[in-house]
């Protein structure tokens, strides 16, 4: 479990094709406190260490993990946003995260608004029941609210600690990024899901 308060960013420093799996390569400014088979959010997707080396560690990730996310996309020198679990009692300073990306969304502009940055997406519209405006969304592991939210789009505003601490700085129009929708929204969707295929077969989360 996270929270989509990103520690720090890690850079690719290798990418190895094994069969259908990925394994990469990153480094880390506190390696020592990594352990194998610990859970760590790469740009909101959970992976386990499953080496680790002088200069760095490795992850692992599978197929379908390859499918449903943007790590197909990584390159070596690529920086990723990463979080540690949640320790117990620890503060809730974002939201509740699960680290289990649903869909993609692609960057569809990014502006200057007085200092801060505003960030646009467009998403696959099955979801919409998902986003609300003022809801929370995690977007590459970073907790963040939702503003303008509608059958298809919303936005994002991000401080400019945030834009600098994290690598919302390297995003650019066109970048696929990871989407994980509020779990709490999720369920509630399960639960209605039979009246809702009924209302129309878009809003059903199958």
């Known amino acids: ?25 990153l480094n880390s400014p ?29 992850v692992t990730a599978v197929d379908e993990t390859l499918k449903k ?9 690529n920086r990723i946003n990463i979080e540690r679990s949640l320790k117990a009692g620890d503060r809730l300073d974002g939201h509740m995260v699960q680290g289990h990306v649903d869909t993609m969304a692609i960057c569809k502009e990014r502006k200057e608004v007085d200092g801060s940055w505003l960030f646009s997406f467009e998403f696959p519209s099955k979801h919409q029941l998902l986003l609300v405006d003022k809801g929370s969304i995690c977007i590459n ?40 929708f509020d779990v709490l929204g999720k369920y509630i969707q399960r639960m209605l899901n039979p009246y809702l295929e009924k209302l129309s077969p878009k809003y059903s989360s199958q």
């Open 30 to 58: 506190i390696l020592g406190e990594l352990k194998i088979d610990q859970s760590i959010a790469h740009n909101g997707v959970c992976l386990t260490v499953t080496e680790i080396e002088e200069k760095g560690y490795w």
């Open 1 to 25: 479990m996270f929270t989509g308060i990103i520690e720090q960013t890690h850079q690719i420093l290798d990418i190895q094709s094994k069969g259908k799996n990925v394994d990469f390569f």
């Open 141 to 180: 592991g970073v907790s963040l609210t939702v503003i303008e939210a509608q059958s298809d789009t919303f936005s994002v505003t991000i401080i400019p600690y945030t834009y600098e601490f994290t690598n919302f700085s390297d995003l650019m129009t066109g970048d696929k990024v990871n989407l994980e």
């Open 69 to 77: 996310t943007n790590l197909r996309h990584w390159k070596v020198g």
